[in-house]
DNA sequence: TCTGGGGTCCTAGGACCC
DNA sequence: TCTGGGGTCCTAGGACCC
């Protein structure tokens, strides 16, 4: 039996959010990501700001040498955020089988349903007037039988399009395009194709299963399955809409200019800590593993891990651990362009276990909760453990000297 | 041009256990 | 004296995606 499945994806999404709530913005260069002077990349780009070179992942510095009357936006998260609930509860409509592959992509299944939603195509056709008459959004929609046919085929049809593939030609639908189409395919596998000749995905296809899996291992395998239309490997042959916990749970922070004030250091990563730990806490999930990374002004970039005795959810656990991994790891002669701290190896809330020390995580968690309904009403640094707080105060000022504490203007 | 932040998955070696 | 084979956990790094 077939599968039909849609791949859902936002035209320009970021910008056309932006769109929405400045309509100024419409017709112009508009870059979503942050300041053009300031250190990070394109997060989106307008397709008028496109034409221009300017595309995702590009440092903003370079987007404003190719297009410096592009308008600047530094970006709502939020407001995605929302949208993105918008779009789901629509798509739910049409399937109970939905996926959110991110904030503006979705697959669904629809495997039959054409006695409520009609053939697959009028079924595509209404989905899109929908998502455009109840958030004025633009998408495009491919329709296949494997997630990554669908989603290379919603690629196709951009922007604002419709475009199925019928079972069958999946192959010959795949064939003149670049290897670099294939999702997974980025820079260094699309080289290593390259040196063998591989240029689009028919000389894939072309290609010995056993020559890819000895030269690529499982990835070959996999990509020859690919090559093929098939959803091989990994993620891909997951069911649509079974994604259950999240594997890691991090946060980073890239300083605007590079530092070795240790005091500048803990104060980043306890505000780092703190904002994982909240997670955890918001997940119901401990985690058994906690990465400290460290990124060097040259952009070498090391990674240290700690194993718990006991998965952890408490801020002074990531706190405690983070900071022996910085003092352990951290060559002080050298200034650090940005820290991270990720959690994983997830365990279920599970009650009762804290007694065994004497209930202190209990208090500490029922502390923790009320410190983060706190941030909910008052903004984030309504609330931090003592170091967290001064050294916070001591960054603001040193970024923006005009700064003071307590300024700080309520969210909302 | 000087490279964000949040994720996923894979590899490879070593420890450790049976 | 010359040492297996498999499974699992841990760590570090890297490719890739949006």
Not at 82 to 111: K, Q
Not at 172 to 179: D, G, I, K
Not at 186 to 194: A, C, F, Q, Y
Request: aromatic share 6%.
């Amino acid at each position: 039996m077939n599968r039909t499945v849609f791949h859902v994806d936002m035209d320009a999404f970021f910008v056309s959010v932006e769109e929405l709530f400045d309509p100024a913005l419409k017709g112009k260069a508009v870059v979503v990501g942050g300041k053009s002077d300031e250190r990070g990349v394109v997060s989106a780009a307008s397709y008028e700001a496109r034409k221009f070179g300017v595309h995702s992942a590009l440092p903003l510095r370079t987007a404003y040498k190719l297009c410096p009357h592009a308008i600047f936006v530094p970006g709502h998260p939020e407001r995605y955020r929302e949208y993105s609930g918008r779009v789901f509860e629509i798509l739910r409509r049409f399937s109970p089988l939905v996926e959110m592959a991110s904030v503006d992509e979705a697959y669904l299944d629809m495997t039959g349903t054409e006695r409520l939603h009609g053939p697959a195509l009028r079924a595509a056709d209404t989905l899109h007037e929908t998502v455009k008459a109840d958030t004025k959004l633009n998408c495009s929609i491919g329709i296949a039988s494997s997630r990554l046919v669908a989603k290379i085929a919603s690629d196709q049809a951009k922007p604002n399009g419709i475009l199925r593939v019928l079972p069958g030609v999946e192959a010959r639908f795949l064939a003149p395009l670049e290897v670099r189409k294939i999702p997974g395919v980025g820079k260094v596998m699309e080289k290593n194709l390259h040196a063998l000749g591989i240029r689009r995905i028919a000389d894939l296809a072309a290609l010995d299963e056993d020559v890819l899996e000895s030269r690529f291992g499982r990835w070959g395998l996999a990509l020859a399955g690919k090559a093929h239309g098939l959803d091989a490997g990994g993620w891909f042959d997951a069911e649509i809409g079974e994604r259950g916990d999240p594997k890691s749970i991090s946060h980073e922070h890239t300083f605007n200019t590079d530092t070795k004030d240790a005091g500048q250091l803990e104060a980043t990563l306890t505000h780092l800590a703190e904002k994982v730990g909240r997670r955890l806490r918001e997940h119901g999930l401990h985690a058994r593993t906690m990465q400290l990374k460290l990124r060097y002004s040259d952009f070498s970039t090391i990674t240290r891990a700690h194993t718990f005795a006991s998965p952890t959810q408490l801020d002074i656990d990531l706190v405690e651990q983070s900071r022996k991994l910085l003092h352990a790891n951290w060559d002080s002669r050298r200034a650090i362009r940005l820290l991270g701290v990720q959690t994983s190896g997830f365990e279920h809330d599970q009650g009762q276990l804290d007694l065994m020390d004497g209930g202190r995580s209990e208090r500490w968690r029922q502390a923790l909760e009320a410190a983060d309904r706190l941030r909910d009403r008052f903004g984030e640094s309504a609330v931090a453990l003592g170091s967290g707080m001064r050294g916070r105060y001591r960054e603001r000022v040193q970024e923006n000297p005009a700064a003071l504490p307590g300024k700080e203007p309520r969210k909302k």
